[in-house]
């Protein structure tokens, strides 16, 4: 990655981490504080829980959309204003249903698929991975923080002071944003084709893709697994060793994990062993689940299969956004993330609400042996999933050109071995390409029109 490559994704992952801290600190804490209030339940614990991936997954869809058409950066303003308003309402509420109130409007400032689109607008397709990786381990590792300061926040400030906490770094991501952040040129030309297309053309292209949706099925499931597990684990660990000392659990177990994913990701982006480490996280998160109800009792057997768990999740969580990214038409990325996210948030959802329900009428048992048998329909979805292609991103600059000669271009660039995406931006004078270098015929290229003069390959 370049410097400019860098310094894009490195941003974006403190905006997203930033904002997930706040959506995180609440888990090790929330199940025991939760039940000292007067309208606590166990189903009522698992909405507040959950309750922001539903406004998340209602709303994912038409930010993203909207961030195609209008920009990245609008969109996720609006957004983080959203989720300090939301951070504020919790705040003040002294009631699990206020609570619920709080965090549903926190939910409703849906900027992944934003940020998302926008991380892919402003890095290479090759060097993609790699920025989704930054952003997906940056999201892990606030996922770590956030376990280690959510005990001792809550013995400092309690938790109303948590989302006073999290209304805070709203705010910095704002700054953040609109001060070190860029505004790309490849997400303007999106924009322009974008908005030459209904908004239900680009829905459908998405999701008639059946790749895109074993994505976000796979998404879906990962964040109700996550989620149903935080349900009930800090009640299994409260058994074990006291509330404010879970942080020293959690903080080497999720390091230790981040140490294990990262070189695998290396390996298998480098290697083109995508698919396969994918279905490798699956069947180990299978594992974790079955050895969290055979071990919930066990400190050691716990702690072991948190490790199982976290290495899986941390390698899905990096390798799911950039497959998607990968497969998704150039004009209608914001619009793939945000289903995509939809699935993700929507999944957080289904965990908070399903285990509580499940906590509530069964046993804590039961919510890891339904998790262990959606990683079984998980897998059976993924082992059926096309090996993806590895595209470069190549942006042409043509000039002044007609409607004829643009349409003459993309017909003979669809035509060329190994290229996958063909967008010709007739006002800006430029062409997209999506290539596969591996197997791109330079020769039948050059012979396109403009294309001889106009090739670096």
């Not at 908005?195 to 499931?221: F, M, W």
């Not at 793939?336 to 509530?360: D, E």
């Amino acid at each position: 990655m370049n410097f400019f490559e860098q310094r894009a994704a490195l941003a974006l992952a403190s905006i997203m981490s930033t904002r997930m801290l706040g959506l995180f600190m609440i888990l090790p804490v929330f199940a025991l504080y939760a039940e000292t209030l007067p309208d606590a339940t166990p189903i009522l614990i698992g909405t507040a829980i959950g309750i922001y991936g539903l406004t998340q997954a209602l709303l994912q869809i038409p930010m993203g959309m909207l961030s195609d058409r209008f920009g990245r950066k609008p969109i996720i303003t609006i957004g983080l204003l959203l989720f300090a308003v939301g951070s504020v309402i919790a705040a003040l509420s002294t009631s699990l249903l206020g609570i619920i109130i709080g965090r549903a409007i926190q939910g409703s400032g849906a900027i992944a698929a934003a940020v998302l689109a926008l991380a892919a607008d402003l890095t290479r397709e090759e060097q993609r991975t790699k920025a989704m990786a930054i952003i997906g381990m940056s999201i892990g590792l606030s996922f770590t923080l956030a376990l280690v300061l959510g005990p001792v926040l809550n013995q400092w400030v309690g938790i109303s002071g948590i989302f006073w906490f999290t209304a805070v770094l709203a705010i910095a991501a704002l700054v953040l944003l609109h001060v070190v952040i860029p505004s790309p040129l490849t997400q303007n030309y999106s924009a322009a084709i974008s908005s030459a297309l209904p908004l239900s053309t680009q829905l459908r292209r998405v999701l008639t893709n059946t790749q895109l949706l074993r994505l976000n099925l796979g998404v879906l499931l990962l964040h109700t697994l996550l989620t149903g597990m935080f349900v009930v684990l800090p009640l299994l660990l409260v058994k074990q060793v006291p509330s404010n000392q879970h942080w020293q659990i959690y903080l080497p177990v999720l390091l230790l994990a981040f140490g294990i994913a990262l070189p695998l990701i290396v390996v298998a982006e480098k290697h083109r062993l995508l698919k396969l480490m994918l279905i490798a996280a699956i069947i180990l998160l299978g594992f974790s689940q079955l050895g969290f109800s055979y071990w919930q009792q066990s400190l050691p057997g716990i702690v072991l299969m948190l490790l199982v768990f976290f290495s899986a999740f941390t390698l899905l969580e990096a390798s799911l956004p950039s497959l998607v990214s990968k497969l998704a038409p150039a004009e209608s990325k914001g619009a793939a993330m945000g289903i995509y996210s939809t699935a993700q948030f929507f999944g957080a959802f289904l965990g908070g609400m399903g285990g509580g329900w499940l906590h509530h009428h069964f046993s804590s048992e039961s919510i890891f042996l339904v998790g262990a048998v959606l990683t079984v329909l998980w897998l059976l979805v993924a082992v059926t999933m096309q090996s993806p292609r590895y595209l470069s991103s190549e942006l042409l600059t043509l000039g002044k050109i007609n409607l004829q000669q643009a349409n003459q271009l993309t017909s003979c660039l669809n035509k060329v071995p190994g290229v996958a995406d063909v967008v010709v931006i007739i006002e800006e004078g430029i062409a997209y390409l999506k290539v596969d270098r591996k197997h791109l015929d330079v020769t039948a290229l050059r012979k396109c029109p403009m294309m001889n003069a106009l090739l670096k390959f």
